[in-house]
Structure formats: structure tokens, C-alpha cells
């Protein structure tokens, strides 16, 4: 094995975006993603201050989206969603692109609103993971967004939100390492089901995968390192 267990629980951003998730469960989603050490959990943005709170003192991030799942928000709402992820305690975000204005061609858009929350996020020492949803993607927009990101320094490019017509490819992976830049890491979402399929986009250069089920991904690497 070329793994350990904490190697593959901090690759996880444990997923807790389904709508119909209740107070209860989004609590036990939390507190499973603490006992875990999982890399972070990534919230509904009106629980992530909660989430803060259970995560305080660990080495778990709190993390939400902006702009989810569409990303056909104004900037400048993207970038209040933004201010107030921070003030409620986010250490990473989780940003849609404009999906409309990158099919659109309007590059200068996508530049801006990127990077206003990007800007934002930073000042405030906090990460961004910029989200394409490839499934309504070309080849030729995924490539521009992988280099929009170098230039604005995004701390990932990232494959969907798992809410779109399809997730995570092995094509598309391949393709955001080839045009990322080194300082850019690249995350896998949707379809990340399974330990398999987790070492599998990791050998690709995949640092971060978003994961709802962490819990049988965990149970079988800790079954595989005789745990």
C-alpha cells in the first residue's frame, strides 16, 4: 500500500449539500467528518456557522459553497455569500463559475467574478476551490478556466458540484492537470463512490475529492490496511 488511512481521509471534503439533509443529520455529518479526520466538510451555507463551532480546534476545515449550484449569481452576491461564509467561520469555499458567461465566451466576466471572491477569500487567508461543472462543458472551456485559475492563484480547479447531468471523468482530470499549474491542485466531485475510484483519480494527481459517501470509502481502507 502506498497509503495510509490519514492519507486518504485528508484527500475527503465530507458533503453535506443534499437540501433534504435535516438539522440532526447535518450535526452527526459534522461530528462523523471530526471522528474521521476527514480534510473538511463542505456545508449548506446557513449550518456552517454551527459546523465552525463542532469542527473548532481540530484539523478539519469548515467549508460551503458560493454561487451553488448554478453559479448564475450576480458577483456581487457571490462575493456577500463570500463575506459571510468568512464571518461565520469558513476556511475554504467552494465557488461556481458563471457557467452561462464561460459558454458565452465572456471571458473578462468569468475573470471578474472569479476572482471577487477569490480576492476576498484570500485576504482573509482562506482557500478557494473554483468549480467548472464540466458536464456543459467543451474541452476549450475547460482548458481557459484551468489557466484563468493559474493566473488568479484559485487554490483548486474542480470538476462539478455532483448536482449537474454528470461528475467527476477521468478524462476531465487528466485534462485540468495537464493545463493547471503546478501552484493549482485539482479536485474530483461527483461519482467519488468508492476507495477504487478514489486511487484512482489520486494516481492522476488528484489531491481533493468531495465524497457523501466518506463512511464506506473510510471503512474499506481501513479494511484494506487490516485496521
Same mark, same amino acid.
Given at each position: 500500500?502506498?497509503?495510509?488511512?490519514?492519507?486518504?481521509?485528508?484527500?475527503?471534503?465530507?458533503?453535506?449539500?443534499?437540501?433534504?439533509?435535516?438539522?440532526?443529520?447535518?450535526?452527526?455529518?459534522?461530528?462523523?467528518?471530526?471522528?474521521?479526520?476527514?480534510?473538511?466538510?463542505? @456545508?449548506?451555507?446557513?449550518?456552517?456557522?454551527?459546523?465552525?463551532?463542532?469542527?473548532?480546534?481540530?484539523?478539519?476545515?469548515?467549508?460551503?459553497?458560493?454561487?451553488?449550484?448554478?453559479?448564475?449569481?450576480?458577483?456581487?452576491?457571490?462575493?456577500?455569500?463570500?463575506?459571510?461564509?468568512?464571518?461565520?467561520?469558513?476556511?475554504?469555499?467552494?465557488? @461556481?463559475?458563471?457557467?452561462?458567461?464561460?459558454?458565452?465566451?465572456?471571458?473578462?466576466?468569468?475573470?471578474?467574478?472569479?476572482?471577487?471572491?477569490?480576492?476576498?477569500?484570500?485576504?482573509?487567508?482562506?482557500?478557494?476551490?473554483?468549480?467548472?461543472?464540466?458536464?456543459?462543458?467543451?474541452?476549450?472551456?475547460?482548458?481557459?478556466?484551468?489557466?484563468?485559475?493559474?493566473?488568479?492563484?484559485?487554490?483548486?480547479?474542480?470538476?462539478?458540484?455532483?448536482?449537474?447531468?454528470?461528475?467527476?471523468?477521468?478524462?476531465?482530470?487528466?485534462?485540468?492537470?495537464?493545463?493547471?499549474?503546478?501552484?493549482?491542485?485539482?479536485?474530483?466531485?461527483?461519482?467519488?463512490?468508492?476507495?477504487?475510484?478514489?486511487?484512482? @483519480?489520486?494516481?492522476?494527481? @488528484?489531491?481533493?475529492?468531495?465524497?457523501?459517501?466518506?463512511?464506506?470509502?473510510?471503512?474499506?481502507?481501513?479494511?484494506?490496511?487490516?485496521?
Amino acid at each position: 500500500m502506498d497509503y495510509t488511512y490519514q492519507d486518504i481521509a485528508k484527500m475527503i471534503d465530507h458533503s453535506l449539500l443534499n437540501p433534504t439533509l435535516t438539522d440532526p443529520e447535518l450535526e452527526q455529518g459534522c461530528r462523523f467528518a471530526l471522528d474521521s479526520g476527514c480534510a473538511s466538510v463542505c @456545508v449548506m451555507p446557513y449550518y456552517l456557522k454551527r459546523c465552525a463551532e463542532i469542527l473548532k480546534g481540530s484539523t478539519v476545515k469548515p467549508s460551503t459553497t458560493i454561487g451553488f449550484p448554478h453559479g448564475g449569481h450576480a458577483t456581487a452576491i457571490k462575493v456577500a455569500e463570500a463575506q459571510k461564509a468568512l464571518d461565520n467561520g469558513a476556511e475554504e469555499l467552494d465557488m @461556481v463559475v458563471n457557467i452561462s458567461k464561460v459558454l458565452s465566451g465572456d471571458w473578462d466576466y468569468v475573470r471578474w467574478d472569479i476572482n471577487g471572491v477569490i480576492e476576498l477569500a484570500h485576504a482573509r487567508g482562506t482557500k478557494v476551490k473554483v468549480i467548472f461543472e464540466n458536464c456543459y462543458l467543451k474541452n476549450e472551456h475547460k482548458i481557459r478556466l484551468c489557466e484563468i485559475c493559474g493566473e488568479l492563484g484559485a487554490d483548486w480547479a474542480k470538476t462539478s458540484t455532483g448536482y449537474g447531468t454528470g461528475g467527476a471523468t477521468l478524462e476531465d482530470l487528466r485534462l485540468m492537470r495537464a493545463h493547471s499549474p503546478a501552484h493549482v491542485q485539482v479536485k474530483a466531485a461527483g461519482g467519488i463512490r468508492d476507495l477504487d475510484k478514489l486511487l484512482e @483519480v489520486r494516481a492522476l494527481g @488528484v489531491t481533493r475529492v468531495g465524497a457523501s459517501r466518506t463512511a464506506e470509502i473510510l471503512n474499506e481502507c481501513k479494511r484494506r490496511l487490516g485496521k
